[in-house]
């Protein structure tokens, strides 16, 4: 898929507040830091659409972003971020179980996780209750030019025979890199996929 038009439309923390219109949406979550603005923003061929952080956490809002005039990319909050107060979290919690359940056209979940890391507690309860719930997500690793392609291959077993002790079927994963732009097409084709299909 070329990438003709990206375009910021809303922010907000309310399901019933985002696009009335029917196209379909492609959303993004992760824990903060994982490099979901820098993965929005390397996809989409713009540098500053989403904003990337120093501080891990700062947003926490919905963010929907217009893609070719034909399907949102929407910028979800990042979870478990630890130093914030429990009250904050189980707000932001609720606003992200709310969308994800409510939001008929959410078509795929992006759940990016850092290729560095063991498969964290966090991502797997998630990626469990995703699935008890029937989202249709895919898994995207990041940061892949951080390590080298031995331990890059390492982590994606890892990762995948983590998730092979609670499903059958596995979704589908991604390796990416926004620094060098790995894995770029391969996400948006399967987007452009789908798009076709629906
Ligand atoms: P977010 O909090 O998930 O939106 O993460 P950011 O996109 O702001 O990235 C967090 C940090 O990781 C920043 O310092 C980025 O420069 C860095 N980062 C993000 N993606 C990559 C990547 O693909 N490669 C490398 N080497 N660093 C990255």
């Given at each position: 898929m070329k990438i003709k038009s990206a375009e910021f439309v809303i922010s907000n923390t309310d399901v019933n507040k985002c696009p009335a219109d029917n196209k379909p949406e492609y959303a993004f979550i992760g824990r903060s830091n994982v490099g979901k603005s820098s993965l929005i923003n390397m996809l989409t061929d713009h540098k500053g659409l989403a904003m990337t952080s120093q501080k891990p956490g700062k947003t926490l809002l919905i963010n929907h972003f217009l893609i070719n005039n034909e399907w949102y990319l929407v910028d979800l909050p990042g979870y478990g971020y630890a130093q914030r107060g429990a009250q904050q979290r189980e707000q932001l919690a609720k606003i992200i179980r709310t969308y994800i359940l409510k939001r008929e056209q959410l078509t795929n979940l992006f759940v990016l996780v850092d290729s560095?890391?063991?498969?964290q507690a966090i991502d797997m309860e998630f990626i469990r209750w995703l699935g008890e719930n029937g989202v249709p997500f895919s898994i995207v690793l990041t940061k892949s030019d951080k390590l080298s392609n031995t331990r890059l291959n390492e982590s994606l077993e890892r990762f995948k025979s983590k998730l092979a002790e609670e499903w059958e079927e596995l979704p589908p994963v991604f390796v990416t890199s926004s620094q060098q732009k790995t894995g770029r097409d391969n996400l948006l084709d399967y987007i452009e996929q789908i798009n076709r299909a629906l």
């Amino acid at each position: 898929m070329k990438i003709k038009s990206a375009e910021f439309v809303i922010s907000n923390t309310d399901v019933n507040k985002c696009p009335a219109d029917n196209k379909p949406e492609y959303a993004f979550i992760g824990r903060s830091n994982v490099g979901k603005s820098s993965l929005i923003n390397m996809l989409t061929d713009h540098k500053g659409l989403a904003m990337t952080s120093q501080k891990p956490g700062k947003t926490l809002l919905i963010n929907h972003f217009l893609i070719n005039n034909e399907w949102y990319l929407v910028d979800l909050p990042g979870y478990g971020y630890a130093q914030r107060g429990a009250q904050q979290r189980e707000q932001l919690a609720k606003i992200i179980r709310t969308y994800i359940l409510k939001r008929e056209q959410l078509t795929n979940l992006f759940v990016l996780v850092d290729s560095r890391h063991e498969p964290q507690a966090i991502d797997m309860e998630f990626i469990r209750w995703l699935g008890e719930n029937g989202v249709p997500f895919s898994i995207v690793l990041t940061k892949s030019d951080k390590l080298s392609n031995t331990r890059l291959n390492e982590s994606l077993e890892r990762f995948k025979s983590k998730l092979a002790e609670e499903w059958e079927e596995l979704p589908p994963v991604f390796v990416t890199s926004s620094q060098q732009k790995t894995g770029r097409d391969n996400l948006l084709d399967y987007i452009e996929q789908i798009n076709r299909a629906l």
